[in-house]
Structures are given as structure tokens and as C-alpha cells.
């Protein structure tokens, strides 16, 4: 398996969030030659989803992902304007043309401790959503994340659950595969051979440090933790994903104070060798 190139990666906006707007990234993409970009739902309002999507059409990049829709569990109940969000999420991504509608699905309602509630509400979302998103053609994509934020951001925390919900929504949903959430996983290796290459809709990349400073705001740079990305990226490719790698790093203290154009230099070096 061969390092990945610029022309396999994708700029997700979080990762220079600090430092610039979507049309910089835009830009800054261009500029170093790396082929898609994964915008986050408030950069684009913030430039507008029309002038957006033509100014990255117009630099020829590929969109491996919008961030994101979900969040179907705060009012402990399926709430109508979450359902009108996340329907309005599926027609950004697909005005965007992107590979996938990333779900960060939501924890515990506010103040509750019904797990189990907030997981079927999720489920009810989910379906709402997708019903809508097949009628535009939109790929929806659960992104499990790591179980230490089942309580506040996201209560499907592992790839099999993810999947046993595809396997009960049906066609046009999948798994985005972000390896800071999954790398930990003892049956990631089957559940990434279950998903097969339909339900494989994102690959995002970073890395785990050690120390994990804070929950939320301390990845790392791919090389600089212990998150074998090579490997893992070897599963997905061997069921047949052929999307971008998915550059997603969230760094209060240290790559959103950086020059933004030494983070994507970075990136491209440190891909090189995953
Ligand atoms: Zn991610």
C-alpha cells in the first residue's frame, strides 16, 4: 500500500477552524493541490451555500462530506425544527454534491438519563431524515463517535451499532469511519468487512495522543499519536471505499494557533506516510 498524496485528501474545515473562513480553505486547497474539502454547516452559512458550492466546484474539488446533521436527541423528543434542520442539511449537501451527509446523532436528552429513550429517538431521526435524503439523492452517514461523549454528542459510539441501525433503515445510510473514534474497537476490523464498501461513505484521519488533554479539542496530527492510521485505512480500501481521506483535527493548542498553510503542508507531509 502506497503513502496517500494530496490528490487523496480532503480538508476538513475544523482542522484550521480558528484561522480561516470556507472560501480560504477553498483557496488554501487549491493552493496545495489537495483534492476535496469537508465543510462544517456553520462556515458555510457564513459564506452562503450557493457562493459556496460554486467556488468549490470552481477549484475543482471534490466534497467528501457536510458537517453535520443529527443532533435529534437534546428536547427528549423528535422535535420538528431538528427534523426541518436536518432536512435542510440534506439539500446543502446535496446543492454541495457531497459524497455523504455526515449524522452526529445526538446524546442524552437534556437533564435524562434514558439512554435507551435517547437511542430510539436517534433512530426515528435518522429515519425521518433519510426517508428525505433518498428523495434528493443524499447519502446519509452515522458517524459513531467515541463512548466518552454518549452523554452529550453522540450515542451511537460503535461501529456494530451503527450498522445494525443501517441494517433496520435500509438503503442510502452508512458509516463515516473516523479513526479517533473507532481505533480502540476490538471488532472494528469485522465490523469494517460487515459495512462492505456501499455502507463505507467517509474515511477521517488524525491521530490519538497521549495524553488526550481534552475530550473534545486535543487531537493530533496524524504521526504524532498512536492510532496505526495506515492500518485501519488498509481495511477500508480493501472493501472496496475509494473516497478521500478526510483530514478532521480538532486543536485549540496547537494546530488552530498554527499558520494555517504550514497545518495543510503538515497534513500532506504526514499523510505521506499513512
Ligand atoms: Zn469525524
Not at 28 to 50: N, S, Y
Not at 147 to 156: G, L, Q
Not at 242 to 262: C, H, M, Q, R, Y
Request: proline share 3%; aromatic share 6%; with cysteine.
Amino acid at each position: 500500500m502506497t503513502g496517500l498524496g494530496p490528490e487523496r485528501l480532503s480538508l476538513n474545515t475544523a482542522t484550521v477552524r480558528a484561522q480561516w473562513t470556507l472560501a480560504q480553505c477553498v483557496d488554501g486547497c487549491a493552493r496545495h493541490a489537495i483534492a476535496g474539502i469537508a465543510p462544517w454547516r456553520d462556515k458555510l452559512h457564513e459564506m452562503g451555500v450557493t457562493v459556496a458550492a460554486r467556488a468549490i466546484r470552481d477549484a475543482g474539488l471534490q466534497v467528501s462530506g457536510l458537517c453535520r446533521g443529527g443532533w435529534f436527541t437534546q428536547s427528549g423528543r423528535l422535535d420538528q425544527t431538528v427534523i426541518d434542520d436536518n432536512r435542510r442539511a440534506v439539500d446543502e449537501a446535496a446543492e454541495l454534491g457531497a459524497a455523504c451527509l455526515v449524522m452526529v446523532v445526538g446524546g442524552l436528552a437534556d437533564a435524562s438519563r434514558d439512554l435507551p429513550g435517547a437511542r430510539a429517538l436517534v433512530e426515528d431521526g435518522l429515519a425521518a431524515t433519510l426517508d428525505y435524503a433518498r428523495t434528493q439523492g443524499v447519502r446519509v452517514a452515522i458517524e459513531p463517535l467515541h463512548p466518552m461523549y454518549a452523554a452529550d454528542r453522540a450515542c451511537v459510539n460503535t461501529m456494530r451499532h451503527a450498522l445494525d441501525l443501517c441494517d433496520r433503515l435500509g438503503d442510502g445510510i452508512g458509516c463515516a469511519v473516523d479513526v479517533y473514534h473507532v481505533w480502540w474497537d476490538p471488532e472494528l476490523e469485522a465490523q469494517i468487512l460487515r459495512a462492505g464498501a456501499a455502507r463505507l461513505m467517509a474515511f477521517h484521519i488524525c491521530d490519538w495522543l497521549v495524553p488526550t488533554r481534552d475530550l473534545l479539542v486535543d487531537r493530533g496530527m496524524m504521526g504524532d499519536g498512536i492510532i496505526d492510521i495506515a492500518r485501519l485505512r488498509g481495511l477500508v480500501e480493501a472493501q472496496g471505499f475509494t473516497g478521500l481521506n478526510e483530514v478532521e483535527i480538532f486543536s485549540e493548542a496547537n494546530w488552530w494557533k498554527a499558520d494555517p498553510d504550514e497545518v495543510l503542508k503538515t497534513m500532506i507531509r504526514r499523510a505521506a506516510a499513512c
